[in-house]
């Protein structure tokens, strides 16, 4: 039985478009400057869900660190594992990414279509 044909990984500049998406605010570079290619551009419009969403969480949980109960927990201990996570979904759609594949990011990938 042969084994199926390894999937072509991006190279070049498609590969730092690829990186680019995931990389907070930088997200838009490539959102603005690949309106041709579908692949990219899915990539960076999921990019920018996940900068948005990470910046907006993380700001209500660090708004919410003022108050005395609700503060230890939100700074201590939500914060950064959003924070791990935001990073692990990055990496994980980068990876994937680059093996020519879309890693669907729970709940933000069904708001891909919509940009």
Not at 4 to 24: I, M, Q, S
Not at 53 to 65: I, K, N, P, W
């Amino acid at each position: 039985m042969p084994f199926d044909a390894p999937t072509p990984l991006f190279t070049g500049e498609r590969l730092r478009d690829l990186v680019l998406c995931y990389a907070g605010p930088w997200a838009f570079v490539p959102y603005l400057k690949n309106r041709d290619d579908e692949e990219v551009l899915w990539h960076a419009r999921q990019g920018v869900l996940l900068a948005f969403s990470e910046m907006v969480v993380g700001l209500a949980l660090v708004f919410g660190g003022l108050f005395p109960i609700l503060g230890d927990l939100s700074t201590r201990w939500l914060l950064p594992i959003w924070l791990l996570w935001c990073l692990a979904m990055s990496v994980t759609s980068i990876l994937q990414g680059a093996k020519g594949k879309r890693h669907k990011i729970p709940v933000l990938h069904q708001f891909v279509e919509f940009l």
